[in-house]
């Protein structure tokens, strides 16, 4: 990102040229890895916030894979906190109508938010349930797109991030 900026806009724009064969897009994703080091503390909603365990913990031996992979015992994590507990990225998913910033909280100060400012290019309704932020730390932004034939469609989400000054702790070693 630039020096001084406090964001950056991402966007695709889908164009099938009418003498192109016939295309289908269901799903489309904006899909961010952030570093594990510095981004521990996930915010989803108000009452949806933690910290969170770390990628490694969900990898056997310290991961037990349930019933479908993306759910996972934490029978030995890193941070015992976590012990007994089931990760698990559909726990993290919100209702589009509710879907409009989630993101992680990291060291010194630092934030990464992913904002939704319409949901006019999503389908399926308010009661439509997508996935946001979840352990690795990873940040989606998705949307269930119809697209076929010869369609232009645009899809974008805001990516903000936050920075507070804090040289003192950071010179010190104490970034969270």
């Not at 990898?59 to 007994?84: H, I, Q, T």
Request: one cysteine or more.
């Amino acid at each position: 990102m630039l020096r001084g900026s406090s964001g950056f806009y991402c966007y695709a724009i889908f164009v099938h040229p009418r003498e192109c064969p016939a295309l289908n897009i269901s799903v489309a994703r904006l899909a961010f890895k952030l570093n594990e080091d510095r981004f521990r503390y996930m915010a989803i909603s108000d009452d949806i916030q933690r910290y969170m365990p770390s990628a490694a913990d969900r990898d056997p031996p310290r991961g037990v894979p349930l019933d479908y992979k993306e759910a996972v015992l934490l029978v030995d994590p890193v941070e015992p906190e976590f012990r007994g507990e089931v990760d698990d990225k559909y726990q993290y998913s919100q209702d589009n109508k509710d879907n409009t910033v989630h993101g992680w909280i990291g060291g010194c100060g630092v934030g990464f938010w992913v904002i939704t400012p319409s949901n006019e290019f999503k389908n399926g309704g308010p009661l439509k349930r997508e996935l946001t932020s979840h352990t690795g730390p990873t940040s989606l932004s998705v949307s269930m797109l119809m697209l076929h034939a010869s369609v232009v469609v645009v899809y974008s989400v805001l990516l903000v991030v936050t920075t507070i000054q804090c040289n003192k702790q950071m010179s010190a070693g104490r970034c969270f």
